[in-house]
């Protein structure tokens, strides 16, 4: 495997139900990203890890849970969710953050999520 | 802050047409400016890239040059193809963003055969 790969590809749930997306990297990197992108909206960054520790964290709902038990897996666990929250959501990575000619992310093709 | 404004989609051209998508930048530093591309169905893939002023960078047929008198980083191409029908994303990186990608709106290119 190469690249940035997330599981699952689509993903339907209903509101009470729990889930978790996967991110990984294998690109050697330092630093990975959860974005959320719905339709007719800017991209929006929820959170940044880098060197497994969360620097980031843009007000999202604490219904969104990450986890990055390494600088390869990046998890987001899921609970509660509500419709608004269907959109495509892509996990990034980049060599490091916070220094210049580190900032080229690399992405992954995204988890469709649908919440019934 | 910085910010990163492009054209509003969707462009509609016909095959072989030339292509230019506009992006401006606001930054106080010297941002990396960058183009990414997402074609229906994937995530998004780093087009090009250029790191400081009258760089250009190409790839793919595409072009960009880092235009800081007019804080612009408009995306040509030539002659498009049916296959770049997707949405291009203008982005940029600098120290005020912590060196993490600000991101344009994105615009819709649609090629017609």
């Known amino acids: 495997e190469t690249g940035v790969t997330q599981t699952p590809r689509h993903l339907v749930m209903g509101m009470t139900n729990k889930k978790s997306l996967k991110c990984e990297q294998h690109?050697?990197?330092?630093?990975m990203y959860w974005y959320k992108q719905s339709a007719k909206k800017p991209l929006e960054l929820m959170f940044v890890y880098s060197l497994e520790e969360r620097v980031e964290n843009n007000s999202v709902p604490s219904r969104f849970s990450p986890e990055c038990p390494n600088s390869s897996h990046l998890f987001l666990h899921l609970h509660t969710l509500q419709p608004e929250d269907s959109a495509l959501y892509l996990c990034?990575?980049?060599?490091?953050?916070?220094?210049?000619?580190?900032?080229?992310?690399?992405f992954g093709p995204g988890t469709r999520l649908t919440v019934l | 802050g910085d910010s990163v404004t492009q054209m509003e989609g969707p462009v509609t051209l016909s095959e072989e047409a030339f292509l230019t998508i506009n992006c401006t930048y606001t930054a106080t530093g010297y941002p990396s400016l960058f183009w990414y591309v997402q074609y229906p169905g994937e995530g998004l893939q780093l087009l090009l890239k250029a790191t400081k002023a009258d760089d250009k960078g190409s790839n793919k047929g595409f072009e960009a040059t880092y235009r800081k008198e007019t804080t612009s980083f408009h995306l040509e191409k030539g002659s498009v193809q049916v296959s770049d029908s997707a949405v291009y994303f203008c982005a940029l990186s600098d120290q005020d963003s912590n060196y993490q990608l600000i991101w344009g709106a994105g615009t819709k290119l649609i090629i017609k055969p």
């Open positions: 990034a990575s980049s060599q490091d953050i916070a220094r210049r000619g580190t900032d080229t992310q690399y």
């Open positions: 690109l050697g990197h330092n630093a």
